[in-house]
Nanobody
Framework: QVQLVESGGGLVQPGGSLRLSCAASGNISRHTMGWYRQAPGKQRDWVATLAPSGDQHYGNSAQGRFTVSRDTTKNTVYLQMTALKPEDTAVYYC??????????WGQGTQVTVSS
């Protein structure tokens, strides 16, 4: 089974940028890849989705500021985040979904937006 490892989180000032990576241990070219986030005391919220076709979909909080992309040669999905706000502070998770298969989640990476 494919395993996912997120990285790239950290502390950034408001208005700054970060690029998160989600590295898979196997081929994910046929998986729908998703990014989610969970702030302390809140439920996990959907951020963005990248379909195998390349179609991208974004939640309201990400629209216009975040971009999801995939490097199939590296089995890695990225979430480029710009114009970050304190309310973007959360643990960010990626997942890999495929029809009739169990959705796989990574362990998460912390993003803190603060001055």
């Amino acid at each position: 089974q494919v395993q996912l490892v997120e990285s790239g989180g950290g502390l950034v000032q408001p208005g700054g940028s970060l690029r998160l990576s989600c590295a898979a241990s196997g081929n994910i070219s046929r998986h729908t890849m998703g990014w989610y986030r969970q702030a302390p005391g809140k439920q996990r919220d959907w951020v963005a989705t990248l379909a195998p076709s390349g179609d991208q979909h974004y939640g309201n909080s990400a629209q216009g500021r975040f971009t999801v992309s995939r490097d199939t040669t590296k089995n890695t999905v990225y979430l480029q985040m710009t114009a970050l706000k304190p309310e973007d502070t959360a643990v960010y998770y990626c997942n890999a979904a495929r029809l009739r298969q169990t959705t796989i989640w990574g362990q998460g990476t912390q993003v803190t937006v603060s001055s």
